[in-house]
């Protein structure tokens, strides 16, 4: 069965510095990948998404992200965080039916 | 065009109740989800429909659980006689192919 990896569970950044929150996916053939951002108490919203083709994807809110298959990840990317980037994130994969979510990334955003 | 919605956003209830909760998915889109989400944890998947036919249901889905999207339209979760372990975020997803879910702002339940 798929699974999805985000190996940290909290981050904090100082408000315009870079970002990166990792996702490792688990699952034979390349699967559709996806980040979703949620904010307390809010239902999830679409950052971006990868089915094929270019391995690096551009999203909404400036964010980005890069399928590697040869480390079974997709990335995600900012280059300057801003204050009200402080969210949950999560890393889904989608296959056959079958979606499949990280446990998220919680972005704490340092003024 | 005004997304996924759900109803109601918030509910408390006691132990044994019933409760029902509705999505409507954005218009065009013939796929609609189901996922239940609790405090620290991604959406995890409890059912699928496609136009009113539901495709699967996770073995998360008990037997007090049951959904229904009559006409193919909008969707209704019911959770039978809760229980405090069904206290978490209901959330609701629909898409139009493969793969792009868009979601509703959930359901919050509480179970006293």
């Known amino acids: 069965a798929q699974s999805v990896t985000q190996p940290d569970i909290h981050i904090t950044v100082s408000e315009g510095a870079s970002l990166e929150l990792r996702c490792n996916y688990s699952y034979g053939a390349t699967p559709y990948l996806f980040w979703y951002v949620q904010s307390p108490g809010q239902g999830l919203q679409l950052l971006l998404k990868y089915f094929s083709g270019d391995t690096l994807v551009q999203g909404i809110k400036g964010f980005e992200a890069e399928f590697k298959r040869s480390q079974s990840s997709f990335n995600l990317r900012k280059p300057s965080v801003h204050w009200s980037d402080a969210a949950e994130y999560f890393c889904a994969s989608y296959n056959n039916n079958d979606m499949r979510f990280g446990a998220g990334t919680r972005l704490t955003v340092k003024p | 065009d005004t997304g996924v919605s759900q109803d109601p956003r918030h509910k408390i209830t006691k132990r044994g109740q019933n409760v029902t909760f509705r999505c409507d998915p954005i218009?065009?889109?013939?796929?609609l989800y189901w996922y239940r989400q609790t405090l620290g944890q991604g959406p995890e998947f409890l059912t699928y429909f496609q136009n009113e036919a539901q495709l699967e249901k996770s073995r998360l889905l008990s037997d007090r659980f049951s959904a229904e999207r009559p006409k193919g339209s909008f969707s209704t979760l019911e959770i039978q006689r809760t229980e405090q372990g069904d206290s978490a975020m209901y959330l609701c997803a629909s898409s139009s192919d493969r793969g792009t879910q868009y979601f509703g702002p959930g359901t919050r339940l509480l179970v006293l």
């Open positions: 218009s065009e889109h013939n796929r």
